[in-house]
């Protein structure tokens, strides 16, 4: 049998223009192995190998990649790696954490985030980022009422250099006040973590687009016996009609085509 896409199921990514996978992949793995909390250690891919994982990860029809300044090289290599694909890619990537000598640091200053977003331009070999969204540091409130960054995504959206702008925070209160101004939250929902739940809800409500980070738990979920961890995972997940896409991290081109197939199995049931 041949293996099952994601191509019959794209969906809107909440009000913004294009429709996505309702998988994406996660790049952490692509450019950084210091200071994650990943089950086991790893290797990050070469040149080649990356090639090959967002070529399979293509064919099979995922068509949404994230990354951040503080994925280490994440952004520096996609920039080549994808070139001359620009057309065939939803890209999200990230403000507010830089990464580097194994420490993050955070700036949420209007400067500081344009310069971010510029030179996220220039890596990603790209004059237009489809979704910027603001890397926490999990005091989500305070970024949102005190800081200069929400107001600078807005002016990179005017000026046509993101195409949206959003949240990837910790806690309910600061999803929610993401989504009154912004397009997009992302939010932590796996099978050991819920509680920022009402934020889903308030986006399906209001047509905002919620993308989830960490379902498979950071590939603690995996480890669980018994059920299949990742069908009870997407079962959870695409139960929620909020959900636009789950960002899932992998660098192995197995796990990939089986995150697929049974993210197929799924909404296919749905
Ligand atoms: N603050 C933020 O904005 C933030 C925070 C965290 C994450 N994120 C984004 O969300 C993405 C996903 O988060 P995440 O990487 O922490 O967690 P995740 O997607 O829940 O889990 C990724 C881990 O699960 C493993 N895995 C994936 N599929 C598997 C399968 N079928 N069987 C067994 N293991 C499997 C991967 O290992 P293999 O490589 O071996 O498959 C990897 O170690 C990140 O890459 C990033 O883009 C954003």
Redesign the pocket.
């Known amino acids: 049998m041949s293996q099952p896409t994601l191509h019959d199921f794209y969906r809107p990514l909440g009000n913004l223009g294009p429709k996505v996978s309702p998988l994406g992949l996660?790049?952490?793995?692509l450019g950084r192995d210091q200071g994650v909390k990943?089950p086991n250690g790893?290797r990050i891919p070469d040149d080649d190998e990356a090639r090959m994982l967002l070529k399979l990860a293509r064919d099979l029809g995922i068509n949404l990649i994230?990354t951040?300044p503080a994925y280490g090289r994440s952004e520096e290599r996609l920039g080549p790696l994808l070139r001359g694909q620009r057309g065939d890619w939803v890209i999200v990537s990230?403000v507010g954490e830089e990464f580097s000598d194994g420490q993050s640091r955070h700036d949420f200053s209007a400067a500081h985030t344009r310069l971010s977003v510029e030179r996220s331009l220039k890596r990603l070999e790209t004059d237009y980022i489809d979704l910027v969204?603001v890397?926490s540091d999990g005091n989500d409130l305070a970024i949102l009422n005190d800081s200069e960054v929400y107001p600078t995504l807005a002016a990179l959206k005017r000026e046509g250099k993101i195409g949206g702008f959003g949240f990837?925070g910790k806690t309910v209160e600061g999803g929610l006040k993401a989504l009154e101004q912004g397009d997009c939250a992302?939010v932590t929902y796996n099978l050991n973590e819920r509680s920022e739940t009402a934020v889903i809800d308030y986006a399906t409500e209001h047509g905002k687009a919620i993308l989830v980070?960490?379902?498979?738990?950071?590939?603690h979920a995996?480890l669980s016996p018994g059920v299949d961890p990742?069908q009870a995972s997407f079962e959870l997940l695409f139960e929620h009609p909020g959900i636009a896409s789950a960002?899932?991290?992998?660098?192995?081109p197995l796990?990939l085509a089986?995150?697929v197939a049974t993210v197929a199995k799924v909404l296919r049931k749905n």
């Open positions: 996660g790049t952490v793995k990943y790893f994230d951040a990230k969204l890397h990837s992302m980070k960490k379902a498979l738990a950071s590939g995996c990742v960002i899932v991290g992998t660098i192995n796990h089986h995150n």
